[in-house]
C-alpha cells in the first residue's frame, strides 16, 4: 500500500487538492486492498483550514504529529502559497521530504517547495501566471514554462489547478499501470494526456509597457496594423533608427526580438478570433497577418502543440 500525503494551509486551493486526491480515491476502486493508497491530510493548522474559496477542511493531523515518511509528499497551491511563507511548515517539509520517496507541487505550491529549499536544481514547473515570478524567486531551479507537469527525479510538480489531475493520473499509470489510470480518467471524464502545453492558456506576448518610447509606439503600430507586411527594417524606420540599433534596443527592452514579438503577437490575435468569432481559418490567417493558413497552421502546431481547428475546438 502506497501513502500519498497533502499538507495544507491557510488559504490553499481546494481544486488543487480535491482533484488529485480523487484520482488516487478513484484509483483505489480498481485496486486490490493491498495495491490502494493510504491517503491523508497533514495540515499547519488544529482545527479547520480555510480554503482561498470559503471552504473549511478537516485536516487528518497536525504537521507535530507527523513525522514518518511517505511515499509521495504533496504542496497545494494558492494565494497562501505565494503570499506567505509559513516558517514552521518549511521546517517540518525539509525533513518530511528527507523521509519520503518523492514529494511534488500542485500549481503555486511550488513556492512553498521553493521557499524551503526544495526546488534548487531541479526542473520545475508551475502555473503559467506565475512562471516569470518563480523564476525570480528561485534561480537555481529550472522553471519549465509549458508542461502541464514535469517530472525529475523523486520532485514531480504540476501547472495551474487542473493540471493536478493530470499529475495524480501519471502517478497512477507508472504505479499501476496505464489501464487503471485510463480507467480513473473515464469516471473523471478527463483525458490522460492533453494536446499542446500551457502555452495554450497562456499569451505568448506581455502586455506593451505603458510609457511611450520609440520601441512602445512601434509594438503599438504593428498590433494595430497585424494584417500588414513587417521586417525589422520596416520596424526600425518606424522608431527612425537602424535596423541592427533598434534590434539590439528592441530585444534589451522586451526580452525578445522584434521577429518573436511579431509571431506572438499574431498568434495571440489569431487565438482571439478562433475562440470568439467563427471566421474561416483563411479570414483568420488574413486578419492575424500571417498570409496563409499553412503558415498558421504550422506556427501553431510549433508554438502551442496544436492546430488553429483543435485550439477552436477546444475554446469556442
Wanted: glycine content about 8%.
Amino acid at each position: 500500500m502506497k501513502t500519498v500525503a497533502m499538507v495544507l494551509f491557510p488559504d490553499f486551493l481546494l481544486l488543487d487538492m480535491a482533484g488529485p486526491m480523487e484520482v488516487f480515491s478513484i484509483a483505489n476502486r480498481y485496486l486490490e486492498p493491498g495495491d490502494r493508497y493510504q491517503l491523508s491530510m497533514i495540515g499547519t493548522e488544529h482545527g479547520l483550514l480555510r480554503a482561498s474559496n470559503g471552504v473549511s477542511v478537516q485536516a487528518d493531523m497536525h504537521i507535530d504529529q507527523a513525522c514518518e515518511g511517505y511515499d509521495l509528499l504533496l504542496v497545494p497551491g494558492g494565494p497562501g502559497a505565494y503570499n506567505e511563507k509559513h516558517p514552521p511548515l518549511l521546517d517540518w517539509l525539509r525533513g518530511a521530504v528527507s523521509r519520503s520517496a518523492g514529494y511534488g507541487s500542485i500549481c503555486t505550491g511550488a513556492f512553498i517547495l521553493g521557499h524551503a529549499g526544495l526546488l534548487d536544481g531541479y526542473r520545475v514547473t508551475t502555473h503559467w501566471h506565475y512562471t516569470e515570478r518563480l523564476i525570480r524567486a528561485f534561480p537555481e531551479a529550472t522553471v519549465k514554462t509549458d508542461q502541464i507537469y514535469v517530472e525529475d527525479r523523486n520532485l514531480i510538480s504540476s501547472g495551474g489547478v487542473t493540471a493536478g489531475i493530470d499529475l495524480a493520473l501519471a502517478v497512477v499509470a507508472q504505479d499501476h499501470g496505464k489501464k487503471i489510470a485510463q480507467d480513473v480518467a473515464k469516471v473523471l471524464l478527463v483525458v490522460m494526456k492533453r494536446q499542446g502545453g500551457q502555452a495554450q492558456f497562456s499569451p505568448l506576448m506581455a502586455a506593451v509597457a505603458p510609457q511611450e518610447t520609440p520601441v512602445t509606439r512601434v509594438q503599438n503600430h504593428v498590433l494595430e496594423h497585424l494584417d500588414e507586411a513587417f521586417s525589422v527594417e520596416r520596424m526600425a524606420s518606424l522608431a527612425n533608427m537602424s535596423a541592427r540599433h533598434f534590434a539590439r534596443v528592441f530585444a534589451r527592452e522586451v526580452n525578445i526580438t522584434p521577429m518573436e514579438f511579431l509571431q506572438s503577437a499574431r498568434i495571440d490575435c489569431a487565438r482571439s478570433l478562433l475562440e470568439t468569432s467563427d471566421l474561416p481559418l483563411k479570414t483568420v490567417a488574413y486578419k492575424s497577418g500571417f498570409g496563409s493558413v499553412r503558415h498558421m497552421r504550422f506556427l501553431f502546431s510549433e508554438k502551442l502543440g496544436l492546430t488553429p481547428a483543435q485550439y477552436r475546438e477546444q475554446f469556442s
